[in-house]
């Protein structure tokens, strides 16, 4: 089945032209889009294919930076984040804490990643220390560097703390390095899910710009 459209806005393609005789020989498109016309918020590449096969492609070419993101009190600015992370093709977001998000922000984008719940920071910090991930916290505290001065590991995880609270003290303790955004205004903080994008961004200027290995 196609996806529901995002918005009412006239985006995307109409149906294909030609009609059904004219239709690729492709397992990956969707009928009900080819005929109705995909209206998501996705790249030209992955018109009218089925969600399934979106994922299945990314999946050759997933980053490997994770994200994960502190749920302590519903925050709103999750969606945002959830959708930068689709953006640099993450491997993974996970969602400290609460299980229930507010989604609206993610326009959906969530459906193309591997979203995951883990219920405490300790059951998190046990998790990517079996993998091998440095945890990275993003927060404007006391101690913290400049993330314009360091460059962020390859086999990392950013973490991201509330829009009130900023990360919890037992997050705070399990990262190896906490990185603030330096800002030049009168306001202390700028909007979590800005410093997300900034912070995602910093990481793929290196690592997605450069050959592995």
Same mark, same amino acid.
Request: net charge negative; with cysteine.
């Given at each position: 089945?196609?996806?529901?459209?995002?918005?009412?806005?006239?985006?995307?393609?109409?149906?294909?032209?030609?009609?059904?005789?004219?239709?690729?020989? &492709?397992?990956?498109?969707?009928?009900?889009?080819?005929?109705?016309?995909?209206?998501?918020?996705?790249? &030209?590449?992955?018109?009218?294919?089925?969600? &399934? $096969?979106?994922?299945?492609?990314?999946?050759?070419?997933?980053?490997?930076?994770?994200?994960?993101?502190?749920?302590?009190?519903? &925050?709103?600015?999750?969606?945002?984040?959830?959708?930068?992370?689709?953006?640099?093709? $993450?491997?993974?977001?996970?969602?400290?804490?609460?299980?229930?998000?507010?989604?609206?922000?993610?326009?959906?984008?969530?459906?193309?990643?591997?979203?995951?719940?883990?219920?405490?920071?300790?059951?998190?910090?046990?998790?990517?220390?079996?993998?091998?991930?440095?945890?990275?916290?993003?927060?404007?505290?006391?101690?913290?560097?400049?993330?314009?001065?360091?460059?962020?590991?390859?086999?990392?995880?950013?973490?991201?703390?509330?829009?009130?609270?900023?990360?919890?003290?037992?997050?705070?303790?399990?990262?190896?390095?906490?990185?603030?955004?330096?800002?030049?205004?009168?306001?202390?903080?700028?909007?979590?899910?800005?410093?997300?994008?900034?912070?995602?961004?910093?990481?793929?200027?290196?690592?997605?710009?450069?050959?592995?290995?």
């Amino acid at each position: 089945m196609a996806e529901e459209r995002i918005d009412s806005r006239e985006v995307g393609v109409g149906p294909y032209p030609g009609g059904k005789k004219a239709w690729p020989d &492709d397992p990956r498109l969707d009928p009900t889009l080819l005929e109705y016309g995909d209206r998501r918020n996705v790249s &030209d590449k992955y018109r009218y294919w089925k969600l &399934d $096969a979106i994922v299945a492609d990314l999946d050759q070419s997933r980053s490997s930076l994770e994200v994960a993101i502190e749920n302590l009190d519903h &925050d709103f600015n999750i969606g945002s984040i959830v959708r930068s992370a689709n953006a640099f093709n $993450a491997q993974a977001v996970h969602i400290v804490g609460k299980k229930r998000w507010n989604r609206r922000g993610a326009m959906v984008t969530d459906r193309y990643l591997h979203v995951d719940n883990l219920a405490t920071p300790e059951e998190f910090v046990s998790r990517m220390q079996e993998r091998g991930k440095l945890i990275i916290g993003i927060d404007n505290v006391p101690g913290s560097t400049p993330i314009e001065e360091v460059e962020l590991p390859r086999e990392c995880v950013l973490v991201f703390g509330s829009e009130s609270e900023g990360l919890s003290e037992p997050m705070r303790a399990s990262c190896s390095a906490i990185h603030h955004i330096t800002q030049y205004g009168s306001t202390r903080s700028i909007n979590v899910g800005a410093a997300a994008a900034v912070a995602m961004w910093a990481w793929a200027r290196v690592h997605l710009s450069r050959p592995t290995g």
